[in-house]
């Protein structure tokens, strides 16, 4: 059926090196994909959306590219900083007239010095 | 900004009490959402809605219970509260399924 798949719990950085979560699903039409970030003790809010027409969307360095090909849409920041530090989801809509909107399980990131 | 809130902030309820949370939103959405958090599962749908007086499954409903009596509210009810419910719960509303969503602040429950 329609999932999205979160494949690591935790990653831990060192400041300054590349960031890349990933994020796969499997849909029956052309999904929506979004990423969501939560920060200790907040609610979660929008990161990134996927475009339909491929664009790659960006927001506070970091980005994402739908890859129909391989059902992914990982996350990724070229230099990681330590307010980057919290919980990240990938959120899955299959399309269609859904109205779901499927979260994974989050990735914690953890950014240190 | 859009605004979503959740009352109560944080309960404590006892084994087999009923308990409600609710969800109000000044965003004139049609959709809203009531998800669960728990370390190592995310964020769970219970229960959502895309129109007032209607209510849909999500993938996680045992147990629960929603309401939605207007565009702006949304309940979640839990008639006979257990244990295995305590978790921190999060309203959220949109445009649609395929648009952003705003997420209330949350609410802890907390089942002994």
């Known amino acids: 059926g329609d999932s999205v798949t979160q494949t690591e719990g935790l990653v831990t950085l060192t400041e300054g090196l590349p960031v890349m979560l990933n994020c796969t699903y499997q849909?029956?039409?052309?999904?929506?994909l979004f990423w969501y970030v939560q920060h200790l003790n907040e609610a979660p809010k929008l990161l990134l959306k996927?475009?339909?027409?491929?664009k790659r969307p960006e927001h506070q360095g970091f980005h994402a590219t739908l890859h129909k090909s391989s059902s992914s849409f990982h996350l990724q920041k070229s230099s990681a900083q330590l307010s980057d530090s919290a919980l990240y989801y990938c959120a899955f809509n299959s399309g269609g007239s859904n109205a779901k909107l499927t979260f994974g399980k989050g990735t914690k990131l953890s950014v240190k010095s | 900004e859009a605004a979503v809130t959740q009352s109560p902030r944080s309960k404590v309820a006892v084994t087999g009490g009923k308990v409600t949370l609710s969800c109000h939103q000044t965003?004139?959405?049609?959709?809203m959402y009531w998800y669960r958090q728990d370390t190592g599962h995310g964020l769970r749908l219970i229960h959502y809605?895309?129109?007032?007086?209607?209510?849909e499954k999500g993938d996680i409903p045992d147990g629960y219970k929603a309401s939605r009596p207007s565009q702006e509210n949304f309940s979640l009810i839990l008639e006979l509260a257990s244990l295995s419910q305590t978790a921190v719960y999060f309203c959220?509303?949109?445009?649609?399924?395929?648009?952003?969503?705003?997420f209330g602040h949350g609410t802890k429950l907390s089942v002994l």
């Open positions: 809605s895309y129109v007032a007086d209607s209510t």
């Open positions: 965003n004139n959405h049609d959709y």
């Open positions: 959220a509303s949109g445009q649609g399924a395929n648009e952003r969503l705003f």
């Open positions: 849909s029956t039409y052309s999904p929506f």
């Open positions: 996927s475009f339909t027409d491929n």
